[in-house]
């Protein structure tokens, strides 16, 4: 039996294969570890810590395609984290001469935090560039059916009529919600440093005149953002990309949930535009982009709350919150990036059926402008009796059009879609 290969993502078809999947992959967390620690020996040198050639050793080491991440895992064993063997190889790597440069005055949870951040931004990149190209497709939508009218519809039953471009606009007005909190998460991600209990003594001790100003000359190295303290228990950073991934993956949940209602074959008012197949069935066309969306939203709220539970961190390193972390960020990166992924897709290929909608608002013959109606007959007929009578009518399932009392009514829903139109004019102004 061959030993296991890297996560494929064999059960996890709504990342496997996605961008976000390489940004999260082992590989891509060894580089950031090791970007990590480059940038540490890059910016003690711009310190004058540490010679300008440990920098330039360190950072040509540190190329993880020379690194065994299968062994780092086994051996992480041993003290709990992956960042210890690493150091062990890459100073063995740099050679004797600047070898005792690597690492020098930061402790594992330093460069974890911050290769987790590394991660973490260069997935949100990702996430934001197909957040765009989602909302892109939804503007068109929502703007070419700004006046198609459709059935509205509350605890599942046909309420007042709506307008396809309002629900499109609908979804926009989420996607862009998530554009921003992730744009503002992605912008304020921070480096981490603070040595073995926040201090940075360990910097003054190599010699730093000023060693609270190296955590911004290693911000500056990696593109992150200078931390204002060390945050090692401090987890402000970790509970805002909980939030904003959770966040995301619940508004393209909604774009999902609506899709998969609104595709039902008996309603068949939206069509995915490449729907998947059936094993067992040829029939079938399964709107598997936002079944795959919607397995996304379900699971996010949970690893968001591993990772909210997690900031109750005790002391000045804490033992098991940190590490609780890692696997919960990375499904989540992961799930979003997939998510976000197949929101473009189906945002981009949904076929909108308007025939289906206006056969559904004749389905109950006029009652769906019941609440128009009672407006209309409160002052003719008094407000309960007009009430009462659309009630018994619509218990009677009797066309509206044959009531003497309505014959002059308009009963057309298409002209009971309020201010659909200026509303969503309204939201497309949104950039």
Same mark, same amino acid.
């Given at each position: 039996?061959?030993?296991?290969?890297?996560?494929?993502?064999?059960?996890?078809?709504?990342?496997?294969?996605?961008?976000?999947?390489? @940004?999260?992959?082992?590989?891509?967390?060894?580089?950031?570890?090791?970007?990590?620690?480059?940038?540490?020996? $890059? #910016?003690?040198?711009?310190?004058?810590?540490?010679?300008?050639?440990? @920098?330039?050793?360190?950072?040509? /080491?540190?190329?993880?395609?020379? +690194?065994?991440?299968?062994?780092?895992?086994?051996?992480?064993?041993?003290?709990?984290?992956?960042?210890?063997?690493?150091?062990?190889?890459?100073?063995?790597?740099?050679?004797?001469?600047?070898?005792?440069?690597?690492?020098?005055?930061?402790?594992? =949870?330093?460069?974890?935090?911050?290769?987790?951040?590394?991660?973490?931004?260069?997935?949100?990149?990702?996430?934001? /560039?197909?957040?765009?190209?989602?909302?892109?497709?939804?503007?068109?939508?929502?703007?070419?059916?700004?006046?198609?009218?459709?059935?509205?519809?509350?605890? %599942?039953?046909?309420?007042?009529? %709506?307008? +396809?471009?309002?629900?499109?606009?609908?979804?926009?007005?989420?996607?862009?919600?998530?554009?921003?909190?992730?744009?503002?998460?992605?912008?304020?991600?921070?480096?981490?440093?603070?040595?073995?209990?926040?201090?940075?003594?360990? +910097?003054?001790?190599?010699? /730093?005149?000023?060693?609270?100003?190296?955590? &911004?000359?290693?911000?500056?190295?990696?593109?992150?953002?200078?931390?204002?303290?060390?945050?090692?228990?401090?987890?402000?950073?970790?509970?805002?990309?909980?939030?904003?991934?959770? +966040?995301?993956?619940?508004?393209?949940?909604?774009?999902?949930?609506?899709?998969?209602?609104?595709?039902?074959?008996?309603?068949?008012?939206?069509?995915?535009?490449?729907?998947?197949?059936?094993?067992?069935?040829?029939?079938? #066309?399964?709107?598997?982009?936002?079944?795959?969306?919607?397995?996304?939203?379900?699971?996010?709220?949970?690893?968001?709350?591993?990772?909210?539970?997690?900031?109750?961190? &005790?002391?000045?390193?804490?033992?098991?919150?940190?590490?609780?972390?890692?696997?919960?960020?990375?499904?989540?990166?992961?799930?979003?990036?997939?998510?976000?992924?197949? @929101?473009?897709?189906?945002?981009?290929?949904?076929?909108?059926?308007?025939?289906?909608? $206006?056969?559904?608002?004749?389905?109950?013959?006029?009652?769906?402008?019941?609440?128009?109606?009672?407006?209309?007959?409160?002052?003719?007929?008094?407000?309960?009796? #007009?009430?009462?009578?659309?009630?018994?009518?619509?218990?009677?399932? =009797?066309?509206?059009? &044959?009531?003497? &009392?309505?014959?002059?009514?308009?009963?057309?829903? %298409?002209?009971?879609?309020?201010?659909?139109? %200026?509303?969503?004019?309204?939201?497309?102004?949104?950039?």
């Amino acid at each position: 039996m061959t030993a296991p290969s890297g996560d494929t993502g064999l059960l996890a078809p709504g990342w496997a294969g996605s961008a976000a999947a390489a @940004a999260t992959s082992d590989e891509a967390y060894l580089r950031a570890l090791l970007d990590a620690e480059a940038a540490l020996t $890059r #910016a003690q040198a711009v310190m004058g810590l540490a010679p300008a050639e440990a @920098a330039t050793a360190v950072t040509e /080491a540190a190329d993880a395609g020379a +690194f065994d991440a299968g062994s780092l895992a086994g051996r992480a064993r041993a003290g709990g984290n992956p960042v210890i063997p690493l150091v062990a190889d890459l100073t063995k790597a740099v050679g004797e001469a600047h070898g005792p440069y690597v690492h020098r005055g930061a402790t594992s =949870q330093d460069i974890m935090d911050t290769a987790t951040m590394l991660v973490a931004s260069r997935t949100l990149d990702l996430v934001l /560039a197909d957040l765009g190209r989602t909302e892109h497709a939804l503007s068109r939508l929502a703007a070419e059916h700004r006046d198609t009218a459709m059935p509205g519809r509350t605890l %599942t039953q046909h309420a007042v009529p %709506t307008t +396809f471009g309002l629900k499109a606009a609908g979804w926009r007005s989420l996607v862009l919600d998530a554009r921003d909190r992730v744009r503002v998460v992605r912008e304020s991600l921070p480096a981490q440093l603070g040595g073995a209990a926040g201090t940075l003594a360990a +910097f003054g001790a190599y010699g /730093a005149s000023d060693p609270a100003g190296l955590p &911004e000359a290693y911000a500056r190295e990696l593109g992150l953002r200078a931390p204002d303290l060390p945050w090692h228990t401090l987890r402000t950073p970790i509970g805002d990309l909980a939030g904003c991934l959770a +966040f995301t993956a619940g508004a393209l949940g909604k774009l999902a949930a609506d899709v998969l209602t609104l595709s039902r074959t008996e309603i068949a008012e939206v069509v995915e535009g490449s729907g998947g197949g059936s094993s067992a069935m040829p029939h079938k #066309a399964n709107p598997v982009r936002s079944t795959l969306i919607a397995s996304a939203a379900r699971r996010a709220p949970q690893l968001a709350a591993t990772l909210y539970g997690a900031m109750a961190a &005790e002391d000045e390193r804490p033992a098991g919150a940190w590490h609780a972390e890692w696997e919960p960020l990375r499904d989540l990166l992961r799930l979003v990036g997939g998510a976000a992924r197949d @929101a473009t897709e189906l945002a981009r290929g949904l076929r909108v059926r308007p025939e289906a909608m $206006r056969e559904h608002l004749d389905l109950t013959h006029g009652l769906i402008v019941s609440e128009r109606l009672s407006a209309e007959l409160a002052p003719v007929l008094g407000r309960a009796r #007009a009430k009462e009578l659309l009630t018994r009518l619509a218990a009677e399932r =009797q066309p509206l059009a &044959e009531a003497p &009392e309505l014959a002059d009514a308009d009963l057309d829903p %298409t002209h009971y879609t309020g201010s659909a139109g %200026t509303l969503t004019d309204r939201a497309l102004e949104r950039r």
